[in-house]
């Protein structure tokens, strides 16, 4: 290929994807490009001599009526074999395009096309690893390119041959070294993409071309030069009065009031001494910039604020979407950085191992040449900029980073590590995003020994708090699987059938006796372990299928432990649990040792394939070990300490004690919160649309672990007019939850059938269960409900990401879910119309959370239902229904398939959460459904 090639870039559109059946086309689009220009197009319908499945025509708008006339593909056969002839074929997705056109030519009596090929797909995955889809349609959305028909080959051949232009382009900016790096590893490309690279760095070795004065070269791999963070020292003064705020608001945005209002209570608070703020600010008024703006004046006097969201995907969007709106708005640039737990940042001495392994399977090739080129742009190292669904492919567990304290002064990538870079600036950075995952572990990061003042804390999502400070501070020590890795590593170091530590022995890399101390060190790890698992099972043995409840949404049982009973198990097994704490200390260090030298060998050019396998393999085994190990200080604490502990057994639901193990978490988030995170800043604000119980502030200061007296609540006011824009139905003939499993799972079924036959409307059903979505989705399928509506199912047709990504694209889709679809998933518009709850939302009495609670409360005179699971079901049922309308042109109803918020006593205390405005009716679901009709219009 050269500058002269000139490249057909194809689309056809088929019957059907199965050439044996004898599916036909039925349009034919080519755009040829030269020089990266269009210079000619061709396109045409084809009549396939059958009818157009109704599938195809809904697809592509393509009808039976409109190739009627059309020419037979008999008819066009040369027109096309001429077309295609001396060119590069060129498609999205040519292992569909190529092979069919090749099939169809064939059948008629011409040869096959023997001409090269290129797939946009996957240079599209290479040259713009960062897209959030690689489908034609995203792609044009994503690069801004028209797309005017799409499933038109005339239109999708078009927007084709512009994406193939943009990534010609693209790899001309491309460094020779990153280049060097994927021709090594292209041979796995997809026909004769490969040859695109190979000519690339061939005219970038001839001109010899440089890198630009933003990135440098480390170990081999191009990188961006980092930029150290600074205070901005400026001096504008926050908008005091209405006026000044509309002229920062209204020339992009429109004006709120209540969030003008949210914005003058948090910069009051950060000038005042009261300590705690807490604002419960409804969907719709604009949050974000609610306490954004006050920050970012604040922060201007080398100030800084540290703001933490409630997930990593929410921190993505303060800092990828929110900031630059800020920094647009305002007449001054807000510097930030975002920090978020080590494991979703890239190991670049990992990575450039991996580099270094001859590669033997065509997905993890793909992906290295992905990440080369990522590296080559990215400024912070966030393997989530690849916006993978999942990090399943096996690459991962190999570069996610492990933390500052896996990395060494002596790797050629200690100055340049990403992680490393960023601590370094966060004592000079104005705002810093986090979460609330690593604010609970990475408190120190934060602290007042520093050369500015104690920064400020707003938490977004402040609700998620306490149960994410739980989560962070639980532990699990899996005695099966220390066990496991012990035999691991012995097989590696003394096998005698592969190459093994008696190799190394022998180049002198270790002496004898350092090899039989190992060894040693490690089989008393093993036999101390073992003695635990015999004790523990002696002890707790038999208690195991009389006691043990479930786990939320597991395959586990669980047997919850008294603190008293534990502490003395633990002193009667003092000398087996003090010698695994000394066997890791003595295994930490001999990995230590082994790493060095390794190092330093492989310097010297002394380490060859078998040497090196081994030794990554060891290393692999031993990081994996002291992972599995690093909570084992636990049972070096005192009753007392153990007493602020739930703690449990959990172990597969068959009661298989060879796989218990053992698990701990905070009994409650109180006086951690305080005494290990608040006190590391000075003022503290807390928001979030779901923070308030009406009667009940208590709830919430309980909740956040408020200890001092002076703190102050604000409720902001909704923009929406839920009178007329939102209805609630309660079934008030819903069957009783109590049924059998198999009665209360038909009606579901059968309720769910009916409400959504009679409405085609985007669909949001929520669960409490991932068993009983999978079952009432049985029944649904025998119904044949997803024969002509898309159902997107929750633990069976994808992860909650994807869900949520088709479920915004799909047109009268209905999903089925639970978990993080209760909150936290914005669906505007008609994204969401209709919203079924099919059971209140109660954890079940039996679940580890509230019989831990149950064991908490006892003695204390305190009932767990009214103090722990109504509130937290009440809260859950508010968030459920704050999916339904997120602007003020939503139209939508929630229907209640479980008539207890209306028979029973706390009913009117759930219900009092939802909007005061909202139109309750109770009638049977035959009333509802007509009822609908009138609402939607």
Same mark, same amino acid.
């Given at each position: 290929?050269?500058?002269?090639t ?12 199965? %050439?044996?059946?004898?599916? !036909? ?23 396939? #001599? ?6 195809i ?10 190739i ?44 096959? %096309?023997t ?19 690689f ?15 799409p ?33 090594r +590893?292209?041979?796995f ?12 760095y ?12 933003e ?31 509309k002229?920062?608001?209204e ?21 005042s001494?009261? !300590?705690? +703020? ?51 708005l ?8 975002? +920090?978020? #737990?080590s ?13 270094t ?23 912070t190292?966030?393997?989530?900029? @690849? ?38 600036? /966060? ?35 402040a609700?998620h ?6 989560q ?23 096998? =005698? ?21 190992l ?52 002193? !009667? ?16 260090k001999?990995?230590?040792?082994l790493q060095?030298?390794?190092i ?46 739930? $703690? ?18 905070l ?5 951690f ?5 608040y006190r ?11 923070l308030? %119980? ?6 919430? /200061? ?8 002076? &703190? ?18 309660i ?8 049924? =059998?499993?198999?009665?209360? *799972? ?8 009916? @409400? ?7 669909? $949001? ?27 997107? /199912? ?18 009268d ?13 914005? +669906?505007?518009?008609?994204? $969401? ?12 009495? *039996? ?30 049922l ?8 997120r602007?003020?042109?939503?139209k939508? /109803? ?11 006593? &706390? ?6 959460? $939802? ?23």
């Amino acid at each position: 290929m050269n500058k002269n090639t000139i490249y057909a870039v194809v689309d056809i559109e088929t019957t059907g994807t199965n %050439l044996k059946k004898g599916d !036909r086309m039925i349009q034919f689009g080519c755009v040829l490009v030269q020089k990266n220009k269009i210079i000619n197009s061709f396109s045409f319908d084809i009549n396939p #001599g059958m009818a157009i499945p109704k599938a195809i025509t809904e697809l592509t708008g393509i009808t039976n009526r409109q190739i009627r006339k059309a020419a037979y593909f008999e008819d066009v056969a040369a027109t096309i074999y001429a077309i295609l002839q001396d060119t590069v074929f060129v498609a999205h997705n040519i292992n569909f395009d190529l092979p069919f056109i090749n099939s169809e030519l064939e059948r008629v009596g011409y040869p096959a %096309l023997t001409i090269k090929g290129i797939d946009t797909v996957q240079l599209s995955q290479i040259l713009l690893p960062t897209s959030p889809s690689f489908k034609l349609k995203d792609l044009s959305q994503y690069l801004n390119l028209t797309h005017e028909n799409p499933h038109h080959a005339d239109s999708d051949a078009h927007v084709t041959a512009e994406l193939f232009i943009y990534l010609l382009k693209r790899l001309e900016e491309i460094p020779s070294e990153t280049l060097f790096e994927i021709n090594r +590893l292209s041979s796995f490309l997809l026909r004769d993409t490969k040859e695109l690279f190979t000519d690339a760095y061939a005219i970038k070795q001839a001109n010899q071309e440089r890198l630009s004065d933003e990135q440098h070269i480390v170990g081999g791999l191009v990188l961006q030069r980092s930029k150290q963070q600074t205070f901005n020292l400026i001096n504008y003064e926050y908008p005091e009065n209405e006026t000044d705020k509309k002229k920062i608001i209204e020339p992009q945005l429109s004006w709120r009031s209540e969030q003008a209002k949210m914005m003058d209570l948090i910069a009051n608070h950060l000038k005042s001494r009261e !300590r705690t +703020l807490i604002i419960e600010a409804p969907t719709g008024i604009g949050k974000t910039l609610g306490y954004l703006i006050p920050a970012a004046y604040y922060a201007q006097k080398q100030k800084q604020i540290v703001i933490s969201s409630a997930t990593t995907l929410l921190q993505t969007q303060l800092m990828n979407q929110s900031l630059p709106l800020l920094n647009k708005l305002l007449p001054f640039r807000t510097s930030a950085i975002s +920090l978020k #737990g080590s494991n979703h940042y890239i190991n670049l001495a990992e990575f450039k191992k991996e580099l270094t392994q001859k590669e033997t399977s065509g997905q993890i090739a793909l992906m290295k040449i992905r990440i080369l080129v990522w590296l080559a742009a990215t400024k912070t190292g966030d393997l989530d900029e @690849l916006r993978l669904s999942s990090y399943q492919n096996p690459i991962f567990n190999q570069i996610k980073h492990r933390g500052v304290g896996s990395l060494m002064l002596t790797d050629q990538f200690f100055e340049v590590d990403f992680i490393n870079v960023l601590y370094k600036q /966060v004592e000079s950075t104005s705002i810093v995003f986090t979460n609330h995952a690593f604010l609970m572990k990475h408190p120190d990061l934060f602290n007042s020994d520093r050369t500015i003042n104690t920064p400020e804390l707003i938490v977004d999502e402040a609700q998620h708090l306490a149960d994410v400070a739980l989560q962070a501070n639980k532990g699990r020590i899996r005695f099966w699987k220390i066990i496991n890795l012990c035999d691991s590593l012995l097989t590696s170091i003394q096998s =005698s059938q592969k190459f093994s530590f008696n190799n190394l022995m022998e180049i002198n890399f270790l002496t004898v006796g350092e090899n039989r101390q190992l060894l040693a060190d490690i089989r008393k790890l093993r036999e101390s372990i073992d003695t635990l698992i015999r004790q523990f099972t002696r002890e707790y043995g038999r208690r195991i299928n009389r006691n043990a409840v479930n786990k939320n949404e597991t395959n586990d049982k669980a047997l919850i432990l008294k603190s008293t009973e534990l502490a003395d198990l633990i002193n !009667r097994n003092k000398i087996a649990i003090e010698s695994v704490s000394k066997m890791v200390l003595l295994l930490e260090k001999s990995d230590g040792i082994l790493q060095n030298r390794y190092i330093a060998a492989k310097k010297q050019q002394q380490i060859g394939r078998d040497e090196n396998q081994l030794l990554n393999r060891v290393h692999r085994f031993f990081k994996q070990l002291f992972t599995e190990i690093k909570v084992w200080n636990v049972f070096d604490q005192n009753e007392t300490k153990l007493n602020e502990k739930v $703690l449990w057994l959990s172990f597969p639901i068959n009661g298989q004690t060879d796989k218990m193990q053992f698990e701990f978490s905070l009994a409650d988030s109180t006086h951690f919160l305080s005494d290990s995170i608040y006190r590391h800043f000075n003022h503290l604000t807390f928001t979030g649309a779901t923070l308030l %119980l009406p009667g009940n502030k208590n709830y919430i /200061v309980d909740q956040l672990d408020i200890q001092e007296d002076n &703190y102050k609540i604000e409720k902001l006011g909704s923009p929406f007019d839920y009178s007329r824009q939102a209805e609630l139905y309660i079934a008030n003939d819903s069957i009783d939850v109590r049924s =059998s499993k198999e009665m209360y *799972e038909s009606y579901l079924a059968d309720s769910i059938y009916q @409400l959504i036959k009679a409405q085609r409307r985007q669909t $949001l059903i929520l669960f409490n269960s991932l068993e009983t979505i999978a079952n009432v989705y049985e029944l649904l399928a025998k119904k044949g409900l997803h024969i002509d509506r898309e159902l997107l /199912v929750q633990g069976i047709t994808g992860r909650p990401e994807k869900l949520t990504k088709r479920f915004l694209l799909g047109k009268d889709a209905i999903l089925l879910g639970t978990g993080s679809f209760w909150e936290g998933v914005d +669906l505007p518009n008609d994204r $969401l119309e209709l919203l079924v709850v099919t059971r209140l939302p109660f954890e079940s009495p *039996e679940s580890l959370n509230v019989k831990a609670k149950e064991k908490e409360f006892e003695g204390q005179g305190r009932d767990v239902f009214s103090e722990y699971s109504l509130p937290r079901a009440t809260m859950r049922l508010k968030q459920g229904f704050g999916r339904l309308i997120r602007t003020s042109t939503d139209k939508g /109803v929630m229907v209640v398939l479980d008539s207890r918020l209306v028979n029973q006593s &706390y009913g009117e205390q759930m219900i009092g959460v $939802l909007p005061d405005k909202l139109p309750i009716f109770n009638e049977p679901l035959s009333d509802i459904i007509n009822d609908l009709d009138g609402f939607f219009g």
